[in-house]
Nanobody
Framework: QVQLVESGGGLVQAGDSLRLSCTASGRTFSISGMGWFRQALGEEREFVAAITWSGGSTGYADSVKGRFTISRDNAKNMMYLQMNSLKPEDTAVYYC?????????????????WGQGTQVNVSS
């Protein structure tokens, strides 16, 4: 099993920056890739960004490309999402996810493990 814990959410104003963190523990050697998803109230969970466990490859949703950066710290078993130029439409619960089979997963069912989520609110 892999346990994931997110942190770093909060309330910010449009244009501000925020960094989310995800700490992985347990059988981390089984992870092939990790990702961030988000779910706004009343909406389906959507892909935000993904990164291979080695950190060599990344992928982004078009809506965040150029504003968000995903990264990993292998030594600390941590993943980050640096979010710049935040917009009100970025408001959502952000989830960290890990996959045992996919290096870059773009849909939720490609991930085996999920964190509990952290709320991000962006005011206009």
């Amino acid at each position: 099993q892999v346990q994931l814990v997110e942190s770093g959410g909060g309330l910010v104003q449009a244009g501000d920056s925020l960094r989310l963190s995800c700490t992985a523990s347990g059988r981390t050697f089984s992870i092939s890739g990790m990702g961030w998803f988000r779910q706004a109230l009343g909406e389906e969970r959507e892909f935000v960004a993904a990164i291979t466990w080695s950190g060599g490859s990344t992928g982004y949703a078009d809506s965040v490309k150029g504003r968000f950066t995903i990264s990993r710290d292998n030594a600390k078993n941590m993943m980050y999402l640096q979010m710049n130029s935040l917009k009100p439409e970025d408001t959502a619960v952000y989830y960290c996810a890990a996959s045992g089979a996919h290096g870059l997963g773009y849909v939720p069912n490609e991930y085996n493990y999920w964190g509990q989520g952290t709320q991000v609110n962006v005011s206009s």
